[in-house]
């Protein structure tokens, strides 16, 4: 009498898709008979699900990916040129077991009967992709080979403008498989090991995902490229000086007359993509009033009254303003479309210019305007809004 495990999560699975748990019993035809779940993070139980048997296979579904997002947190450093983003990921355990009702009305329950333990990261690729993950190799998983291996980005070939901040973030098993990155200047052919990984990431052989700061004025300042980056492409190394992913190459793009301004935002993959905007921008405040009405007179402490007609009248008691923006890219390739769409539907954005600094904003548009140009390049317009609203004091 046992648990078998039919089907599980892949390893490394993205946390807001399905992530399925099939198990069979022979049990099954006993009194009230449920297959039961008890799902584990670092020995602490964060819950308990239950499944009927399917009246005609047998077999108990579980679907944990409620209880793994629960341990998931977006974890990012403006500051740092690397860093560990331990919160992104988890390492779960699912205990399974069953209950039911014996012949003597006893209720009997046997838990932890059989084990499975797998890593989920904060991803939620579309249903095509997460299909391709469950059928195919993992292309984000750096844990061999080099071949077909990508950070956890939706571009191969990123346009920046400006002091636009970048990071490639990777999906290890080994931190040993990311150990350097390797820059190549795609306009010289120079390549250039860049990065060792801080002490405490070393020789950790955990799932874990680490972020790189690779735009291009980060790299002009630590690197030994005697000119500034314009064209590069950057793949991680292992502690051997094997390369263990494929190329991401950037496209540094010239001044434009407007200020820049760049937004940040989680991708789907669960790394950090930006987007410039060099087109002009439009700066709008939105205040918002609530009023009251005063129709009495002034009555001072000394019980005398003031009737002075300035205190009559309609009054505001509480006034809040936002600051909107709507910014424009000026022209870019056709091919950053895929980057526009990620970035309208990522529930985590934030905002960096020259005057205001980085600060989080939410997209006003529910949807975008693409103005398509000639020679496969387009415009692109949204709007944002801070998400920080200001009051003024009380009249």
Not at 179 to 205: A, C, H, K, M, V
Not at 215 to 236: C, E, F, H, K
Not at 257 to 277: K, M, P, Q, T, V
Not at 361 to 373: A, M, P, Q, T
Request: hydrophobic share 30%.
């Amino acid at each position: 009498m046992s648990i078998t495990i039919t089907n599980t999560p892949i390893n490394y699975s993205p946390v807001y898709n399905p992530n399925i748990y099939i198990v069979s019993s022979s049990l099954t035809g006993e009194d009230s008979f449920r297959y039961v779940a008890d799902i584990y993070s670092g020995g602490t139980q964060l819950g308990r699900l239950k499944s009927v048997p399917n009246p005609i296979a047998g077999w108990g579904k579980f679907d944990i990916s409620g209880v793994a997002q629960s341990e998931m947190e977006v974890q990012h450093s403006f500051d740092n040129g690397v860093f560990s983003t331990e919160s992104s990921w988890s390492s779960l355990e699912a205990r399974f077991g069953w209950e039911y009702v014996d012949s003597n009305g006893e209720f009997v329950q046997i838990l932890n009967n059989t084990n499975n333990t797998r890593i989920y990261f904060n991803a939620s690729p579309t249903y095509k992709e997460y299909t391709e993950l469950q059928n195919g190799s993992h292309p984000y998983l750096i844990s061999g080979s080099a071949t077909g291996k990508y950070p956890l980005t939706v571009r191969r070939e990123i346009e920046t403008a400006g002091d636009t901040k970048q990071w490639l973030t990777y999906l290890t098993n080994d931190h040993n498989r990311i150990r350097f990155l390797e820059i190549r200047d795609d306009d010289t052919s120079q390549e250039e090991i860049f990065i060792d990984l801080p002490s405490g990431l070393r020789n950790n052989t955990d799932g874990k995902m680490v972020a790189f700061r690779v735009d291009g004025p980060w790299l002009d300042d630590n690197t030994a490229y005697p000119d500034p980056l314009i064209n590069y492409s950057v793949r991680s190394v292992n502690n051997v000086g094997n390369p263990t992913s494929e190329w991401v190459s950037f496209r540094r793009l010239p001044c434009a007359r407007w200020e820049l301004y760049s937004l940040y935002y989680l991708n789907r993959w669960g790394g950090i993509d930006s987007f410039s905007f060099n087109g002009r921008t439009d700066e709008r405040y939105n205040v918002r009033r609530e009023t009251y009405k005063r129709t009495q007179p002034r009555i001072n402490i000394d019980g005398t009254v003031d009737w002075d007609a300035q205190l009559h009248g309609e009054r505001v008691y509480n006034s809040t303003y936002e600051t909107n923006y709507r910014l424009n890219s000026g022209w870019v390739r056709e091919d950053q479309q895929e980057t526009v769409k990620d970035l309208m539907s990522s529930p985590l954005v934030w905002m960096e210019s020259t005057k205001l600094g980085i600060q989080p904003v939410v997209l006003n548009s529910n949807d975008f305007e693409i103005k398509h140009g000639k020679d496969g390049v387009i415009s692109i317009r949204v709007d944002v809004k801070v998400t920080e609203p200001n009051t003024r004091q009380r009249s």
